[in-house]
């Protein structure tokens, strides 16, 4: 069913932003999509989320994807974060092709590569922000005194010293969204992926992490990839695309 579906053409405009540098054309892009589709079963029926996306997102970008609800933003990220797989299409991340690569060795990729900050934070309330900012590493194995030192570092990168052994319930939505970065970043990752980081908070806290965003985009060498219809941050991104009906289009952005 799905290769009887037609191909739209892929028009991925983007709005670039004087403030951040040119690209350049020698780089390599760190995630490569192409023709990727998706659909899902919804009682009956069949839901189309992603429609023959092509997309080349290249080192060191802040790039996001916009679109309403139900445009396929998260359904992308997902499978751009090795959380989903596409029904069809090819798929490079990192220099490595998707398709040849076992289960294993794409979950390897995925704790090694890529880093996550949710909508919702995510965090394990019975753990500090510390503990929280040390899971994913606790998860691989045993952790070091290095591993501690440098969780505790990224806490004061991200302005919560004062909060290291602080529990997410005595914490403000923005701070809690602090401690989610710093565990993100905490693997070092090369690519970091936001699915609405901003959707649960007010306009001081979410233009204070997209600053702070933007900021350790540059000083962890890391492209961020975020989702959102959050208009109040586009000024922080260096491309833009939009998603409509799991197409990229031009788009009123």
Same mark, same amino acid.
């Given at each position: 069913?799905? @290769? +009887?579906?037609? $191909?739209?053409?892929?028009? %991925? ?29 919804? &009682?009956?029926?069949?839901?189309? @989320?992603?429609? #023959?996306?092509?997309?080349?997102? +290249?080192? &060191? ?5 916009? #679109?309403?609800?139900?445009? &396929? ?7 751009? *974060? ?6 069809? &299409? ?8 998707l398709g040849e690569l076992s289960s294993r060795a794409? @979950? ?6 890529? #880093? ?23 998860? $691989? *194995?045993?952790?070091?005194? %290095?591993?501690?030192?440098? @969780?505790? !570092?990224?806490?004061?990168?991200? #302005?919560? !010293?004062? !909060?290291? $052994? ?47 965003? %933007? ?16 208009? $109040? ?8 695309v939009s998603l409509r009906d799991g197409r990229i289009?031009? *788009?009123?952005?």
């Amino acid at each position: 069913m799905l @290769a +009887e579906l037609e $191909r739209a053409p892929v028009r %991925a405009v983007v709005h670039k932003h004087a403030a951040f540098e040119p690209r350049r054309e020698t780089s390599l892009p760190i995630v490569s999509l192409l023709g990727l589709h998706k659909s899902y079963r919804q &009682g009956h029926s069949v839901v189309q @989320a992603l429609r #023959g996306v092509d997309l080349h997102i +290249e080192t &060191g970008e802040m790039l996001a994807i916009c #679109g309403p609800s139900g445009s &396929g933003k998260s359904t992308l990220l997902n499978i751009i *974060g090795l959380l989903d797989e596409p029904d069809m &299409g090819e798929m490079e991340i990192d220099g490595r092709r998707l398709g040849e690569l076992s289960s294993r060795a794409k @979950a390897d990729l995925r704790s090694s590569a890529i #880093g996550f900050i949710f909508q919702s934070f995510n965090l394990v309330p019975v753990l500090t922000a510390l503990e929280n900012v040390m899971l994913p590493l606790r998860l $691989r *194995g045993k952790t070091t005194k %290095a591993d501690e030192a440098r @969780a505790e !570092q990224l806490l004061r990168t991200v #302005g919560l !010293q004062d !909060q290291i $052994r602080t529990y997410p319930d005595r914490m403000s939505g923005g701070q809690r969204q602090r401690v989610a970065i710093a565990r993100a970043l905490i693997t070092r990752p090369k690519l970091l992926i936001a699915d609405e980081p901003t959707a649960n908070l007010d306009t001081e806290n979410s233009l204070m992490v997209m600053e702070l965003l %933007a900021r350790l985009r540059s000083e962890q060498s890391v492209t961020c990839v975020f989702s959102t219809h959050d208009h $109040r941050i586009l000024k922080h991104m260096s491309r833009i695309v939009s998603l409509r009906d799991g197409r990229i289009t031009l *788009g009123d952005l």
